[in-house]
């Protein structure tokens, strides 16, 4: 959709995203748009996290993705879900090159078939091998309530999260981002990830390549906006 923006002075392109601040999933969108100047409308949606927290504390969803509706767009009834004019999409990796091919394939991924291929690697990797842990302990500290925590899945998932973060260190000690020497999307997911690794009240082992490398993301205007409210992960 084209908009007239009355500051910029320009029709301007115009996305409606489905989603909540506080879904990593969502602020890897969110954060594709400001890095590539897209403006959007969040329509906030979910099923289990509303304004009052998480449902298992009583809270009440956000809603829209049990709807009809919702759900012909996405299936899964998950979130983000993207409306680009006649293009919907439902998975944050594809949102995310879909922003980057469409609206900045320089800053994105260097305008590069390759470096596109390595950055859809590396986002993969982030859904593969930290997403799964990262979920159990945002569930396990932040979101259950007491009773329902397990420390056993909380120290499993701590413990596997460390090896993929010496994975990573071991990465970036032989390049600034996790494709070459600049940033690219391939840092979005695993930017976002691994900073609300970083807010967590865990042991946190002393990673030097992948502490430099955040504080370069941190450094972004778009991350400063979308990502980095503490309350957007701890809350
Ligand atoms: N691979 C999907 C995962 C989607 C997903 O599981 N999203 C989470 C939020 S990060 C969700 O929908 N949670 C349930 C909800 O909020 O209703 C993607 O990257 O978009």
Known sequence: MLVFNTIKGAEIAMLKIWGRPNSICTQRVLWACCEAN?????ELASGTMGPNGHISQGGQPFGHVETEPYRAMNPNGTVPTMEDGETVLWD???????????????????ACPVTLARSVQ????????????LHTLVMELVRLTEEQRSADALEKAH?????????????????????????????????????RWSLFDLEQ???????????????????????????????
């Open 205 to 235: 082992p002393r990673l030097q390549n992948v502490g430099d490398w955040l504080l370069r993301l941190l450094d972004r205007d778009a991350f400063q906006e979308i990502v980095a409210p503490r309350a957007y992960h701890l809350a």
């Open 92 to 110: 944050s990796v594809a949102i995310v090159v879909h922003i980057a091919q469409k609206f900045a394939p320089e800053l994105l991924y260097g």
């Open 159 to 195: 413990r596997a999260a460390i090896s993929k973060l010496e994975l990573m260190d071991r990465h970036l000690a032989q390049q600034s981002y996790l494709v070459g020497n600049d940033f690219s999307m391939a840092d979005i997911p695993a930017g976002a990830t691994v900073y």
């Open 122 to 133: 590396w986002m993969g990797w982030t859904n593969e091998h930290m997403e799964p842990l």
């Open 38 to 42: 897209v403006d959007y409308e969040l």
